[in-house]
């Protein structure tokens, strides 16, 4: 069973910069897997940040960057704003037509 | 501009049926493909489905294969979830995105709908 991990929990310092990644429990991620990064807040839809490893999608600032750090998918904010607090899920695509989303992040700026 | 309106949601007992729709506007549907989502009360997104944007082609998670049916209509800008034999965990709000290209391989959801909610409930 494929199980994609991210840290349950992150703080950050407003200003300042954070990364958080998304790895496998058996296995490396590489651009392979087509890593995409989602953030959320309570009740609202998902927003795609970046999709295919480090593309930002349209209106994302360039703060939010993503890049494979070793053998995990990597999501930096940097200049952490009150309003990043959100959680933030990554995807990775397995092959075969089949996507498996990470736990999630919960990140708490403060 | 981009939107999908999800429809179709509601209370339903156990061992039930629904078919959730979704609308699509702002882009040419037939050369993207499509995905469900959902997430249940208080936990992570789940993917459930995907379908190319000929309809063609259709995959599903392990925990839904043989009880759901995702589908699509070209002609009428809209992507369908046809879910039977429902049971208590598959509540959650299901939300329709739009994929970054027409094939399901290599590409993953950029935007999103606002979500339907499914109650499975007796």
């Known amino acids: 069973q494929t199980v994609v991990t991210q840290e349950p929990s992150f703080s950050v310092s407003p200003g300042g910069t954070v990364t958080l990644t998304c790895g496998l429990n058996s296995g490396s991620v590489s651009t392979n897997y087509y890593p995409s990064w989602y953030q959320q807040t309570p009740g609202q839809a998902p927003r795609t940040l970046i999709y295919?490893?480090?593309i930002r999608s349209s209106g994302v600032p360039d703060r939010f960057s993503g890049s494979i750090l070793g053998n995990k998918a990597a999501l930096t904010i940097t200049g952490a704003q009150a309003d990043d607090e959100s959680d933030y899920y990554c995807?990775?695509?397995?092959?075969?037509?089949?996507?498996?989303f990470g736990g999630g992040t919960k990140l708490t700026v403060l | 501009e981009v939107q999908m309106l999800e429809s179709g949601g509601g209370l339903v007992q156990p061992g039930g049926s629904l078919r959730l729709s979704c609308a699509a506007s702002g882009f040419t549907f037939n050369i993207y493909a499509m995905s469900w989502v959902r997430q249940a009360p208080g936990k992570g997104l789940e993917w459930v489905s995907a379908i190319s944007g000929s309809g063609g082609n259709t995959y599903y998670a392990d925990s839904v294969k043989g009880r759901f049916t995702i589908s699509r209509d070209n002609s009428k800008n809209t992507l369908y979830l046809q879910m039977n034999s429902l049971r208590a965990d598959d509540t959650a709000v299901y939300y329709c995105?739009?994929?970054?290209?027409?094939?399901?391989?290599?590409?993953?959801?950029?935007?999103w709908g606002q979500g339907t909610l499914v109650t499975v409930s007796s």
């Open positions: 995807l990775l695509y397995m092959g075969s037509g089949i996507s498996v």
């Open positions: 995105a739009k994929r970054t290209s027409i094939a399901v391989a290599a590409s993953t959801p950029d935007y």
């Open positions: 295919t490893t480090s």
